[in-house]
T-cell receptor, first 116, second 112 residues
Framework: SAVISQKPSRDICQRGTSLTIQCQVD?????MFWYRQQPGQSLTLIAT?????????ESGFVIDKFPISRPNLTFSTLTVSNMSPEDSSIYLC?????????????FGPGTRLLVL | GQQLNQSPQSMFIQEGEDVSMNCTSS?????WLWYKQDPGEGPVLLIA?????ELTSNGRLTAQFGITRKDSFLNISASIPSDVGIYFC????????????FGKGTSLLVTP
């Protein structure tokens, strides 16, 4: 497995502002993933972030709204831009450690975002 | 993503009882994963299944990858209060890259 941390753990933001969420892993991983979990709901993949290339976004998610950086093999950021109350969710990063297959993903503790 | 039908939606049981939950889909999956999420935490991986028919245990937890590759179940034996939480199934679709599709979760409550 891997030890994953996220910052901030929670935040309350005003609509129209942006928030950048950080994800740090204790080991080098090729693939990192960003998910959204809306209140009381399941997890939905936002995008896949590979080091050295553009993130790949899932249907319904766009780079202008959720820009992602992946500067090295242990770190990634997700920005939630021009926020509205509908963006209130838990944002989770996950990683697929080497040796187990990229579909075997371990999750960070999440960032709980409330947009007023 | 493809819809995973997870049932039951919730369970309320007494300590010591066995629990069973399952996920089904109309699509074929290469991998099935089971996670547990406690309030305020991220999902924790319980069991990963990679081959049709595979039966894997992790302590009191047992999960199986259905032979049709369209379903999976998770059993918890002799439940204890700390089993309380939301259990999610997740699957990686055949020919779809590494994205995981998640079920809607089973909320488990265990009374002492």
């Amino acid at each position: 497995s891997a030890v994953i941390s996220q910052k901030p753990s929670r935040d309350i933001c005003q609509r129209g502002t942006s928030l950048t969420i950080q994800c740090q892993v204790d080991s080098q991983v090729t693939m990192m993933f960003w998910y959204r979990q809306q209140p009381g709901q399941s997890l939905t993949l936002i995008a896949t972030a590979n080091q050295g290339s553009e993130a790949t976004y899932e249907s319904g998610f766009v780079i202008d709204k959720f820009p992602i950086s992946r500067p090295n093999l242990t770190f990634s950021t997700l920005t939630v831009s021009n926020m509205s109350p509908e963006d209130s969710s838990i944002y989770l990063c996950s990683v697929a450690p080497p040796g187990q297959g990229f579909e075997t993903q371990y999750f960070g503790p999440g960032t709980r975002l409330l947009v007023l | 993503g493809q819809q995973l039908n997870q049932s039951p939606q919730s369970m309320f049981i007494q300590e010591g009882e066995d629990v069973s939950m399952n996920c089904t889909s109309s699509s074929i999956f290469n991998t099935w994963l089971w996670y547990k999420q406690d309030p305020g935490e991220g999902p924790v991986l319980l069991i990963a299944l990679y081959k049709a028919g595979e039966l894997t245990s992790n302590g009191r937890l047992t999960a199986q990858f259905g032979i049709t590759r369209k379903d999976s179940f998770l059993n918890i034996s002799a439940s204890i209060p700390s089993d309380v939480g939301i259990y999610f199934c997740a699957g990686q679709l055949q020919n779809s890259g590494y994205a995981l599709n998640f079920g809607k979760g089973t909320s488990l409550l265990v009374t002492p």
